[in-house]
């Protein structure tokens, strides 16, 4: 319903764009069965039946193949209705793919009829129509729905799956008597109850405010989106349904709803969906603390291709003069590698010490990578990507995607992360290339990079033999 109070959610969207993807049905019987196995065509009908076959937002979604949507968090303190989660979503659906944007609550925007402020005040002043208006302006991208989740609902969302599994870097402690916060988290890996999650991703004091609590955020989305491709979640979905109903407000009709989330449950993979943080810098304007974000940054991640995304390369003629030159972040990386480094991966896996790699010490090595990684063939070789990828599976690493690079001209293999990346991405990265020996120069982060990622080089032959040791270990 359009220009209306929100309905409530009879199909647990929210786990398809809030949290990544999971289809929990509503209704029953071949009504049931023909949406969640709905085709892109059945879905443009039915933003068609919504909206109109002539109208703006239908012409748009024929032309770009996409459309948007906003989610937000809803918090209520003491009478005060802010949105301390807004995250803007673009579902494609011809080149079936979904990107994610974290905006931060401080981002500086222009309010419609209310000035220059921070962005979450737009959802006190006038609710989700105010908020989705500020960001349409604010990014120049139409929305068609939006999302709204409670703090309230949020712990119920978290419990009914049976909590997530996060890794806390540091101890988080805070008490917020006015906001009724009360958080202690002790730092380590851990399955969290639905309260214990949502203090971890609304906590925010420390050095990087928050965009350090929009990175827990994304953390915390990864880890849901991992255990909502759990088959043991998935056979869960009967009997969650008439738990999930009632936690969530939309303006979306509910067949479509239906019909998306069976799109994303059979045609996205985890390797289909990017996250991203709207770029800026922190300032401070009249004694307020703002964040400058970089709209232009914003709309190149929304616009790029799948191809971009996952390889972490863009063209060299970019017209975006902060990404010139990322492209050719290897060759200078590889004009610096000595010989002896290129020659690394030859050598028997070693510890820091120099000692020989045991088995406990590999285990230990792979466990404390907290997250999933990528492997991408930069050698245009067929098959040379799933035989390193197969290897990574066998000595315990979770790989989320295999795929192409963006070029085949790759010498040496590369490893690399997301420019904006949190310390978990980081760390992985940094595991990965020493288990592989991948010279230190040659772990690197990329502007365009999503997941921590080993781009196979044409030393794929070496690399191969240093993963058949590492799997060698892991058997004894």
């Not at 590698?337 to 088995?359: C, F, R």
């Amino acid at each position: 319903m359009r220009g209306g109070m929100p309905v409530k959610l009879t199909k647990s969207f929210v786990l398809v764009f809030l949290c990544g993807i999971l289809a929990i049905g509503a209704g029953a019987g071949l009504r049931l069965y023909f949406a969640l196995h709905a085709k892109s065509g059945d879905i443009y009908s039915e933003i068609a039946d919504s909206f109109g076959p002539g109208s703006p937002q239908y012409n748009a979604l024929k032309e770009q193949g996409r459309f948007n949507i906003l989610i937000m968090g809803e918090d209520n303190v003491e009478g005060s209705r802010r949105s301390d989660t807004i995250l803007f979503a673009a579902i494609d659906i011809d080149d079936k793919n979904m990107k994610i944007l974290s905006i931060p609550r401080d981002t500086r925007v222009e309010i419609p009829g209310h000035g220059v402020q921070k962005i979450n005040h737009a959802f006190a002043y006038g609710g989700a129509d105010l908020m989705k208006a500020t960001v349409e302006k604010y990014l120049g991208q139409p929305i068609l729905y939006y999302v709204i989740v409670d703090y309230d609902s949020f712990p119920a969302l978290v419990d009914i799956l049976g909590g997530v599994e996060i890794d806390v870097q540091k101890k988080m402690r805070y008490r917020d008597r006015a906001g009724k916060l009360d958080i202690n988290i002790e730092p380590g890996k851990q399955i969290m109850n639905g309260v214990t999650a949502l203090h971890f991703v609304r906590f925010r004091k420390d050095a990087l405010g928050d965009i350090g609590r929009v990175q827990r955020q994304q953390q915390f989305l990864k880890a849901l989106i991992k255990k909502a491709y759990d088959p043991r979640t998935i056979i869960k979905i009967p009997e969650l349904t008439a738990q999930m109903m009632k936690l969530f407000k939309t303006d979306m009709p509910p067949k479509l709803a239906i019909q998306l989330a069976g799109f994303v449950q059979n045609e996205l993979g985890r390797d289909r969906i990017f996250f991203s943080t709207l770029h800026g810098t922190a300032a401070t304007i009249d004694n307020l603390s703002y964040w400058l974000g970089d709209v232009k940054l914003a709309n190149a991640f929304l616009n790029a291709s799948v191809e971009e995304l996952i390889s972490g390369d863009l063209q060299e003629n970019s017209s975006d003069s902060r990404f010139a030159g990322i492209s050719l972040a290897y060759s200078n990386a590889m004009e610096n590698t000595s010989g002896e480094a290129k020659n690394a991966a030859a050598s028997t896996p070693k510890t820091t010490e120099g000692k020989q790699m045991s088995k406990d010490q590999l285990i230990a090595m792979v466990r404390s990578m907290p997250e999933a990684v990528a492997v991408l063939n930069g050698t245009g070789k067929s098959g040379v990507g799933e035989e390193v990828a197969s290897r990574l599976q066998k000595i315990g690493i979770d790989v989320v995607h295999t795929g192409n690079a963006k070029h085949f001209d790759y010498r040496f293999s590369n490893v690399v992360y997301p420019l904006n990346a949190n310390k978990n991405v980081i760390e992985t990265a940094k595991t990965l290339g020493k288990l592989l020996n991948v010279p230190g120069n040659l772990v690197r982060p990329n502007k365009q990079a999503f997941y921590a990622s080993i781009i196979v080089g044409h030393d794929s032959a070496e690399l191969i033999k240093q993963l058949d040791r590492l799997v060698e270990i892991s058997s004894k």
